[in-house]
């Protein structure tokens, strides 16, 4: 079923395609990893952001960077991007078990996916999370999802 939110992320890949002179992106994932990374961090993807990682793994519209999911030569089995930065945070900065981190950034700062709010299509809202504030954080809503959050964000960085 074709949802808003993946109409959004199927956008996101249209756009980064026919912008491939300022936009990057990796090979796209394989189920098998999509289902180990879930495993890994005890959470699900939203449908708009497994599509893009389906697509991508990881992307780029500069100066936005995607982490996505993909692993690397020197990183060997792990698992990066947001694997890494949801179980990294979790350690750290003592993030909540239901957020996951699908971006670090100058200006939102730790951009996180609430799982415990999905919607009826399994979309969860985007929030920015500050870790400064205790018991559990400060939030601020972005996006009602994944794939409106990241057309608005590539759509920005790539001037349409």
């Not at 500069?62 to 694997?83: C, I, M, N």
């Not at 205790?134 to 790539?158: V, W, Y």
Request: aromatic share 8%.
């Amino acid at each position: 079923m074709r949802t808003i939110a993946v109409e959004a992320a199927e956008s996101v890949i249209d756009l980064i395609y026919s912008n491939e002179d300022t936009a990057n992106h990796a090979d796209g994932c394989r189920e098998q990893l999509i289902d180990r990374a879930e495993h890994e961090m005890g959470l699900r993807f939203p449908p708009s952001y497994r599509r893009l990682i389906e697509e991508f793994g990881t992307w780029e519209a500069a100066p936005t960077e995607f982490p996505g999911l993909y692993q690397t030569p020197a990183g060997g089995d792990s698992l990066l991007g947001t694997v890494a930065y949801t179980l990294e945070d979790r350690e750290a900065l003592r993030l909540p078990h239901h957020l996951m981190v699908v971006m670090h950034d100058d200006v939102w700062g730790v951009v996180v996916l609430d799982t415990s709010r999905p919607d009826r299509d399994g979309e969860c809202p985007v929030y920015a999370w500050n870790p400064g504030v205790l018991d559990g954080g400060l939030m601020e809503k972005i996006a009602d999802n994944f794939g409106i959050f990241a057309l608005n964000e590539c759509r920005q960085a790539i001037g349409n």
